[in-house]
């Protein structure tokens, strides 16, 4: 019984298959101008002979034709073995417009990210969600107000022209910048941190007060730099949130946990069989050295630089570094570096270099340091990277390593991102001892060429200065600079010091890193140098009176320890600098070194010591220092005196000094002005000497010390920094010109995206 049933049941599901199961003889496709049936054919997957069993299959043919966006209808019969398939074509995209933008770069981004290109199908259904793409790319760089209509415009042969009328409105401005959480640190200095800034009215020509999301992410990337290089391990960059006020404007806020500070602990090199410790001394001493001290990514990448260099210099291949960090008690941070031997090897066959429109590929490739042939060094590639990242001409700068057809050889492709590297800036500034103007245009790849090329001009009541300067950082592949520039200035003096210079000439040398953090960098220099003297200027002083040519060969060597160029907060660094004439009238030789010290009290307190020293003679006996080569005390150096009025004098006028010397102890005072976050303070003291004489003058004692104590604060006003300094001379003579208080204020403008090409 059970078994007759099955049967049945089968019988039946046969009977009910061969029903709705039909062979397709014949085809037929209307409404199809375009696309051919052979097209319409592959896309539907069927062919003559093919069984439709079901709805389902039917159904299956309507869904593939729709998905290929070719059709705005579709409808399907089959009836009699007779499929019949009728079409309407969407229009093809003759061309997109885009009315109301101007930028060239915008244009090309949209068009770029549009699902609706020209020379594809029109299909509705995608318009708003490209409009939304559109709203989307703008807002992204400010313009939050923006409005977008699309017109669709009717061609010949079944086209249509896609015409997008957009609206821009106001660019979303920046009225105040806000940090919120434990943040530890004041607003003013974390606004000096990012790059997105408040919107004031003489901000014209910069682009960083209006809302943009990616410069928000920047600014969210450079925070959490700062406070990792504080010790700040666990520091949390909340997502920034922008409130609306009214009219243009917007909060821009940025929530900030800045966490526990952490300090090294254990650091350790965990090596594999390959490698022997003793090949790794600096790090263990360097280790040493940071251990106690707060976690920062510049030793982390102290550490990396060591290996690299020890891995260049003892030709180590093939060596990965992995980090193991690991947090012991409240406040410890443990952290192992494990250097391990690529177990499989592999060489360079081809470095592709992408992206590079305007910069010549040899600018890039003289950053490698690794070619190709050469085994695949990690640590060597990231450098190069790096290297290639500092040109500061790139936007972006990303790598693939892919196989290639090669056993054990992998491609490089170096994908770049070009950059507007053209800058004009404009400073002013006003102060007790008078107002100043300066103007500056430079260009960091000149040509493509990666050669940088400025020009600047500074104005003030008694000089005016300007220069033209050319820079190949990478002459002929050498990995030394090339660097040429023209000066000339021009000096007014004769109304209180009896003289008046002026100067023109030009220098030729060449610059590169010696040793590490150790820079050489030597010139030739040549100048036209003409003296004029007023008729109350001394006997001496006219002696000099004349023109002179001097050429001489100029040296210097720069150690740099700091831990960061603008506003260290630690290390130190030792300049000198040495002039030799090698044809000159006077035959005036001079020295001068510079050493500063920096020390991080605590996060908010930094102390720093400078010492400066100069000397100039001339190396015959009977000649005397030019007026206009003779040292003065730089107005920095020794606050609470006039600029120019201390040290020897020849009469009545001063005529600077063969030898200087100062030294300046300063440090932060945060218990000052605490709540306000516009104001530093720092307390301040200046020791400096100004003497010698080649002729006799009235008082010259070369042991007298001047001196003063002050406090300096720098206030960021609405009208620009406002910087004071309150000095009180400790030791003077009675010949020197004291002054108390000193103010500047000025502000400077920038104009970044500007790229130059001189042809």
Same mark, same amino acid.
Do not use: C
């Given at each position: 019984?059970?078994?007759?049933?099955?049967?049945?049941?089968?019988?039946?599901?046969?009977?009910?298959?061969?029903?709705?199961?039909?062979?397709?003889?014949?085809?037929?496709?209307?409404?199809?101008?375009? +696309?051919?049936?052979?097209?319409?054919?592959? &896309?539907? @997957?069927? /062919? #003559?002979? *093919?069984? !439709?069993? =079901?709805?389902?299959?039917?159904?299956?043919?309507?869904?593939?034709?729709?998905?290929?966006?070719?059709?705005?209808?579709?409808?399907?019969?089959?009836?009699?073995?007779?499929?019949?398939?009728?079409?309407?074509?969407?229009?093809?995209?003759?061309?997109?417009?885009?009315?109301?933008?101007?930028?060239?770069?915008?244009?090309?981004?949209?068009?770029?990210?549009?699902?609706?290109?020209?020379?594809?199908?029109?299909?509705?259904?995608?318009?708003?969600?490209?409009?939304?793409?559109?709203?989307?790319?703008?807002?992204?760089?400010?313009?939050?107000?923006?409005?977008?209509?699309?017109?669709?415009?009717?061609?010949?042969?079944?086209?249509?022209?896609?015409?997008?009328?957009?609206?821009?409105?106001?660019?979303?401005?920046?009225?105040? +910048?806000?940090?919120?959480?434990?943040?530890? &640190?004041? @607003?003013? /200095? #974390?606004? *000096?941190? !990012?790059? =997105?800034?408040?919107?004031?009215?003489?901000?014209?020509?910069?682009?960083?007060?209006?809302?943009?999301?990616?410069?928000?992410?920047?600014?969210?990337?450079?925070?959490?730099?700062?406070?990792?290089?504080?010790?700040?391990?666990?520091?949390?960059?909340?997502?920034?949130?922008?409130?609306?006020?009214?009219?243009?404007?917007?909060?821009?806020?940025?929530?900030?946990?800045?966490?526990?500070?952490?300090?090294?602990?254990?650091?350790?090199?965990?090596?594999?069989?390959?490698?022997?410790?003793?090949?790794?001394?600096?790090?263990?001493?360097?280790?040493?050295?940071?251990?106690?001290?707060?976690?920062?990514?510049?030793?982390?990448?102290?550490?990396?630089?060591?290996?690299?260099?020890?891995?260049?210099?003892?030709?180590?291949?093939?060596?990965?570094?992995?980090?193991?960090?690991?947090?012991?008690?409240?406040?410890?941070?443990?952290? !192992?570096?494990?250097?391990?031997?690529?177990?499989?090897?592999?060489?360079?066959?081809?470095?592709?270099?992408?992206?590079?429109?305007?910069?010549?590929?040899?600018?890039?490739?003289?950053?490698?340091?690794?070619?190709?042939?050469?085994?695949?060094?990690?640590?060597?590639?990231?450098?190069?990277?790096?290297?290639?990242?500092?040109?500061?001409?790139?936007?972006?700068?990303?790598?693939?390593?892919?196989?290639?057809?090669?056993?054990?050889?992998?491609?490089?492709?170096?994908?770049?991102?070009?950059?507007?590297?053209?800058?004009?800036?404009?400073?002013?500034?006003?102060?007790?001892?008078?107002?100043?103007?300066?103007?500056?245009?430079?260009?960091?790849?000149?040509?493509?060429?990666?050669?940088?090329?400025?020009?600047?001009?500074?104005?003030?009541?008694?000089?005016?200065?300007?220069?033209?300067?050319?820079?190949?950082?990478?002459?002929?592949?050498?990995?030394?600079?090339?660097?040429?520039?023209?000066?000339?200035?021009?000096?007014?003096?004769?109304?209180?010091?009896?003289?008046?210079?002026?100067?023109?000439?030009?220098?030729?040398?060449?610059?590169?890193?010696?040793?590490?953090?150790?820079?050489?960098?030597?010139?030739?220099?040549?100048?036209?140098?003409?003296?004029?003297?007023?008729?109350?200027?001394?006997?001496?002083?006219?002696?000099?009176?004349?023109?002179?040519?001097?050429?001489?060969?100029?040296?210097?060597?720069?150690?740099?320890?700091?831990?960061?160029?603008?506003?260290?907060?630690?290390?130190?660094?030792?300049?000198?600098?040495?002039?030799?004439?090698?044809?000159?009238?006077?035959?005036?030789?001079?020295?001068?070194?510079?050493?500063?010290?920096?020390?991080?009290?605590?996060?908010?307190?930094?102390?720093?010591?400078?010492?400066?020293?100069?000397?100039?003679?001339?190396?015959?006996?009977?000649?005397?220092?030019?007026?206009?080569?003779?040292?003065?005390?730089?107005?920095?150096?020794?606050?609470?005196?006039?600029?120019?009025?201390?040290?020897?004098?020849?009469?009545?006028?001063?005529?600077?000094?063969?030898?200087?010397?100062?030294?300046?102890?300063?440090?932060?005072?945060?218990?000052?002005?605490?709540?306000?976050?516009?104001?530093?303070?720092?307390?301040?003291?200046?020791?400096?000497?100004?003497?010698?004489?080649?002729?006799?003058?009235?008082?010259?004692?070369?042991?007298?010390?001047?001196?003063?104590?002050?406090?300096?604060?720098?206030?960021?006003?609405?009208?620009?920094?406002?910087?004071?300094?309150?000095?009180?001379?400790?030791?003077?003579?009675?010949?020197?010109?004291?002054?108390?208080?000193?103010?500047?204020?000025?502000?400077?403008?920038?104009?970044?995206?500007?790229?130059?090409?001189?042809?």
């Amino acid at each position: 019984m059970r078994k007759s049933f099955i049967f049945s049941l089968v019988l039946i599901i046969l009977i009910i298959k061969n029903a709705y199961s039909e062979e397709i003889k014949k085809i037929e496709i209307n409404g199809n101008n375009r +696309i051919s049936d052979e097209t319409i054919l592959v &896309f539907s @997957n069927i /062919k #003559l002979n *093919n069984e !439709i069993n =079901s709805n389902s299959d039917l159904n299956k043919i309507l869904k593939d034709l729709y998905n290929t966006n070719y059709f705005s209808d579709v409808d399907i019969d089959f009836n009699n073995n007779k499929l019949v398939i009728n079409v309407v074509e969407n229009p093809i995209i003759q061309s997109v417009q885009l009315n109301g933008i101007k930028a060239k770069k915008f244009k090309e981004i949209i068009l770029d990210n549009l699902t609706l290109k020209e020379k594809t199908s029109y299909v509705e259904n995608f318009v708003s969600m490209d409009i939304n793409k559109i709203k989307s790319i703008m807002k992204r760089s400010g313009y939050y107000f923006v409005n977008v209509d699309l017109n669709v415009i009717d061609a010949k042969n079944s086209s249509v022209i896609l015409s997008y009328q957009i609206d821009l409105g106001k660019k979303a401005k920046i009225r105040n +910048i806000k940090f919120i959480g434990k943040k530890l &640190f004041k @607003n003013r /200095k #974390l606004r *000096n941190v !990012i790059v =997105s800034e408040e919107y004031k009215p003489w901000k014209f020509l910069t682009s960083k007060k209006y809302l943009n999301e990616d410069r928000i992410e920047l600014d969210k990337r450079l925070l959490k730099s700062f406070y990792l290089n504080r010790g700040y391990f666990n520091v949390k960059i909340s997502t920034s949130f922008v409130e609306y006020l009214s009219g243009n404007e917007f909060d821009l806020t940025y929530s900030i946990n800045a966490g526990n500070k952490l300090f090294f602990n254990d650091l350790k090199l965990k090596l594999s069989d390959e490698y022997n410790i003793d090949q790794f001394e600096e790090v263990e001493k360097y280790f040493k050295k940071i251990k106690d001290k707060h976690y920062s990514l510049v030793a982390i990448e102290k550490i990396s630089n060591l290996i690299e260099t020890i891995t260049m210099r003892k030709q180590l291949e093939f060596l990965s570094v992995t980090i193991e960090e690991n947090i012991k008690g409240k406040d410890k941070l443990d952290i !192992i570096f494990n250097l391990n031997q690529d177990r499989q090897k592999f060489y360079v066959n081809r470095i592709n270099i992408i992206g590079n429109d305007i910069t010549e590929e040899n600018v890039i490739r003289n950053q490698l340091l690794v070619d190709e042939g050469d085994p695949l060094n990690k640590l060597l590639f990231n450098k190069s990277i790096n290297n290639i990242k500092s040109l500061n001409i790139f936007g972006d700068v990303k790598t693939n390593i892919v196989d290639s057809d090669v056993v054990q050889k992998k491609d490089i492709e170096i994908i770049v991102e070009e950059k507007a590297t053209g800058e004009i800036s404009a400073g002013a500034g006003v102060g007790t001892s008078g107002g100043t103007v300066g103007f500056n245009l430079s260009e960091r790849n000149y040509l493509g060429k990666g050669l940088n090329l400025s020009t600047s001009l500074t104005l003030n009541e008694e000089s005016i200065k300007g220069s033209i300067d050319y820079t190949n950082p990478n002459y002929k592949n050498s990995n030394k600079a090339l660097i040429f520039g023209l000066f000339s200035k021009s000096t007014d003096r004769l109304a209180e010091f009896g003289y008046k210079s002026s100067n023109t000439g030009f220098s030729l040398g060449t610059g590169y890193e010696q040793f590490e953090d150790l820079y050489f960098r030597p010139r030739l220099s040549a100048g036209y140098d003409k003296i004029e003297t007023s008729n109350e200027a001394s006997a001496s002083l006219k002696k000099q009176k004349g023109d002179y040519f001097a050429s001489k060969f100029i040296y210097d060597l720069d150690y740099d320890k700091r831990n960061r160029k603008f506003q260290p907060s630690s290390g130190h660094r030792h300049f000198f600098s040495q002039a030799v004439p090698i044809y000159s009238k006077t035959y005036a030789l001079q020295n001068t070194y510079e050493f500063n010290q920096y020390y991080s009290i605590s996060d908010t307190i930094t102390a720093g010591i400078t010492f400066y020293g100069s000397m100039i003679n001339t190396l015959k006996s009977d000649n005397d220092v030019r007026i206009s080569e003779r040292i003065l005390i730089p107005q920095r150096k020794l606050r609470g005196f006039e600029s120019g009025k201390i040290g020897p004098k020849d009469g009545n006028d001063y005529v600077g000094g063969n030898y200087a010397s100062s030294i300046n102890i300063y440090s932060d005072l945060p218990i000052l002005f605490e709540n306000s976050q516009s104001t530093d303070v720092k307390f301040f003291f200046d020791a400096a000497n100004l003497w010698g004489a080649d002729f006799k003058d009235n008082d010259n004692a070369s042991s007298y010390i001047r001196s003063s104590a002050g406090l300096a604060l720098d206030w960021f006003t609405p009208v620009g920094p406002l910087n004071f300094s309150l000095a009180k001379p400790i030791t003077k003579k009675s010949s020197d010109v004291t002054e108390s208080f000193r103010f500047n204020i000025g502000t400077t403008f920038w104009w970044k995206n500007i790229l130059f090409f001189f042809i």
